[in-house]
């Protein structure tokens, strides 16, 4: 979907508060906050303008952003435990079922410390869902892995990650980028970025994996990929998917080489304007000239109310704009 076209002026800051919003701004971008932009820019002023934090759902059951993490941790602990005795990929037997619940049951002691269960009546009845769900997923592993094995896991770059962030040029501006990946999978010549997603639904993601929004609504994929082939040098071929938890499965890989224009990190001047419109763009011109444009946006304080969907955005009580502010989002949790 286009987002909505909004009013002139509509969303500006300027004068005196344009300067204290550029002071409040990173000095370098994480992909999630430019796809958050690009979703809809006002949303991203109440995150670091604003600074609105993101309102608890007030439900018995534990937040899916805390389900997504407590996968994702013993997911990692599975993975870097069966790495360290070189038993990957797994067999997907009752042996590896059972590793990965004894391992789910110690990120399950820390996170009921920690508060991040919700309910315990509702919690007790709930992990046992949680453990059905890990099991599914050791399967899929054994099912898909299709001959590589995982060289990275919650790799980091830039930030204080002692690792440098990305550079991403057009003309004469650079963004500084940062982030997090899940996981890369790599042999020979070839990896894989692995995002997971406490998912059931592809669509979205989807989307996200097309090389025409790359610069455009997904910034995610593209970050990863560069950061990842930087990380892992002399590999040609790239892939990118996302492993959907609750499905047990991953999308169709985005799949391209070394050399696809449209991962790199430096673009001409004024490639940056080329085909945008509205708050988030809405034709392809690569992904450093899109990172460039939507940064020069917001240093300039535009934040137009324009939401390509409202679905899942936790801040309708404070925004105007017509639609599902405040449902639950099927696609999000976890990142």
């Known amino acids: 979907l286009r987002a909505r076209r909004p009013a002139p002026h509509a969303g500006a800051v300027g004068g005196p508060l344009a300067g204290a919003l550029r002071a409040a701004l990173p000095a370098e971008w994480s992909p999630t906050q430019l796809e958050t932009y690009a979703r809809c820019p006002f949303r991203l002023f109440l995150q670091l303008g604003a600074r609105l934090p993101d309102p608890a759902t007030g439900d018995l059951d534990q937040e899916p952003r805390d389900e997504g993490s407590l996968l994702h941790a013993a997911l990692e602990r599975f993975v870097e435990a069966r790495l360290a005795r070189r038993a990957w990929p797994p067999a997907g037997d009752a042996a590896d079922v059972a590793e990965a619940h004894a391992v789910a049951e110690s990120v399950f002691a820390r996170f009921e410390a920690e508060g991040r269960t919700g309910d315990p009546a509702v919690w007790s009845a709930r992990r046992e869902a949680v453990l059905a769900r890990l ?13 590589l094995v995982p060289a990275l896991l919650e790799h980091r770059f830039g930030g204080r990650s002692e690792r440098p962030p990305l550079e991403v040029r057009a003309g004469a501006e650079t963004v500084l980028l940062q982030g997090r990946i899940d ?10 970025v692995v995002d997971y997603k406490n998912a059931r639904h592809a669509t979205a993601y989807a989307e996200l994996l097309d090389p025409e929004a790359m610069g455009v609504t997904s910034f995610q994929v593209p970050a990863y990929l560069a950061a990842a082939a930087r990380d892992l040098p002399g590999r040609e071929h ?20 070394a050399a ?24 392809p011109r690569g992904f450093a000239a899109g990172v460039v444009e939507v940064v020069r946006r917001i240093r300039a304080g535009e934040f137009p109310i324009a939401p390509r969907t409202c679905e899942g955005c936790p801040y309708g009580a404070v925004c105007r704009a017509e639609g599902s502010a405040g449902e639950p989002d099927d696609a999000g949790g976890g990142s």
């Open 135 to 147: 099991a599914r997923v050791v399967l899929a592993e054994a099912r898909d892995h299709d001959g």
């Open 238 to 257: 790239l892939e990118a998917a996302y492993a959907l938890l609750r499905k047990a499965a991953r999308t169709e890989p985005f799949a391209t080489d």
């Open 260 to 283: 696809d224009p449209v991962l790199s990190l430096s673009a001409p001047e004024g490639a940056e304007r080329a085909g945008t419109e509205g708050a988030g763009g809405a034709g």
């Open 183 to 192: 996981r890369v999978d790599a042999s020979g010549d070839r990896l894989l």
